[in-house]
């Protein structure tokens, strides 16, 4: 008995040797991260993209179904410094422009919607600060918002998939003044 657990010890171990300790480590050669390009976290993206066959013999269509839409405003964005009135009143105008664009979410390919953009002006618009008061101007946008279900179907009319998305169009914007 006692030969059999030496011969299978002796066995293990030659086994041991043969076989890599490290399976899964593999020699990569060094990073050098000055070649790296380097993105910014908001420029990171999803993608939500997925295989949707076009060649000539399966043509696809598209259609909206359960669609809803509504109105909503941004929120307020901050178009110029502050300003603090003494006993007089004064006025402010904005200094900073900010844009707002078409919002997508979900695939929308094939539903033909249009970007668009509106932006804030810098001239042209006056608010009055009434006395001793603190205050800046704010804009924001009043975006139309879609919801429903693409769907996408072969030539032969079926279902061959479907999917939620939302689309948010800006209309148009407007100012306000922001005391504090």
């Not at 405003?73 to 007089?88: G, H």
């Not at 970007?115 to 042209?124: P, R």
Request: net charge positive.
């Amino acid at each position: 008995m006692k030969k059999i657990s030496h011969l299978s010890y002796l066995i293990i171990m030659i086994l041991s040797l043969a076989i890599p300790t490290q399976i899964f480590a593999q020699e990569t050669k060094p990073v050098d991260e000055n070649n790296m390009a380097k993105i910014a976290s908001n420029q990171l993206a999803v993608s939500t993209l997925e295989y949707e066959p076009t060649s000539s013999r399966c043509k696809l269509h598209y259609k909206k179904s359960q669609v809803k839409t509504y109105n909503v405003w941004s929120s307020k964005k901050r178009v110029s410094e502050d300003i603090i009135t003494d006993a007089t009143e004064d006025s402010l105008s904005p200094s900073k422009i900010i844009t707002f664009g078409t919002i997508f979410e979900g695939l929308t390919s094939g539903l033909n919607f249009q970007k668009k953009f509106i932006s804030s002006s810098t001239s042209g618009y006056v608010l009055h600060v009434a006395p001793y008061k603190r205050a800046y101007v704010a804009y924001r946008v009043l975006y139309r918002v879609e919801t429903g279900y693409r769907e996408v179907f072969n030539q032969s009319d079926k279902l061959v998939k479907s999917n939620w998305y939302t689309v948010k169009v800006p209309q148009y914007g407007e100012y306000s003044l922001i005391t504090y």
